[in-house]
């Protein structure tokens, strides 16, 4: 262990604080934190928020305020994680995983993500959509649904929604996530996903 200063502030840890982001390419608005061992592509945008050792942000991506990228995370290119975002790292057993937010997705304020979860391009997560290995996210967009497990698919938009569970003590609601509709694709993403935002009313 050894003690870090950095103007006023004291750190103490055992690795050393990331340095050079100029000669990176990356924005780093205080207090963000991203930590030795993390690699970020250029373009990417660092709002107060905090990366963990491992993960890998990718170009043109924003960590947005308050926002946090666990340990081995992988955070595809063009991607916007709103405020307050949890993505979970691989440091927390048994799931040892990673998980993984690719190219081009939006992912809403509050949104959790963790144990190793798969949110395919270009996807959209509505605010305070929770996501867990074991979280059904059922497609209601067509006459019977469908449930995955583990992997939102590509260009979905996706908000939080509960179904019926029955227990020994009676019939409780159970957190899910719902596919609600499919962002349509488009040369031009962020045209996409403010149509896929106002088509469908999702809140982020």
Not at 83 to 106: M, N
Not at 144 to 149: F, G, L
Request: glycine residues 12%; aromatic residues 6%.
């Amino acid at each position: 262990m050894q003690t870090i200063e950095v103007g006023p502030f004291e750190f103490h840890d055992k690795i050393p604080l990331k340095r050079n982001y100029a000669s990176q390419g990356v924005r780093v608005v205080p207090h963000a934190i991203a930590r030795y061992g993390a690699f970020l592509e250029r373009g990417v945008i660092l709002m107060p928020s905090y990366v963990n050792i491992g993960a890998w942000v990718g170009a043109g991506s924003m960590v947005d305020t308050w926002a946090t990228v666990g340990s081995c995370a992988q955070i595809g290119r063009n991607v916007h994680l709103s405020g307050g975002v949890g993505i979970g790292g691989v440091l927390e057993p048994p799931q040892a995983a990673p998980t993984i937010i690719e190219d081009e997705c939006f992912i809403g304020s509050r949104c959790i993500v963790v144990e190793g979860v798969r949110v395919e391009r270009e996807a959209v997560l509505g605010a305070n959509v929770v996501l867990t290995q074991s979280t059904h996210i059922i497609d209601v967009t067509g006459a019977k649904p469908i449930t995955y497990k583990g992997r939102v698919p590509a260009r979905s938009v996706v908000i939080p929604g509960s179904y019926t569970k029955k227990f020994p003590a009676g019939e409780y609601q159970v957190p899910c996530a719902l596919i609600i509709g499919e962002r349509k694709e488009s040369t031009d993403k962020k045209v996409s996903l403010n149509a896929a935002l106002r088509d469908y009313g999702v809140a982020v």
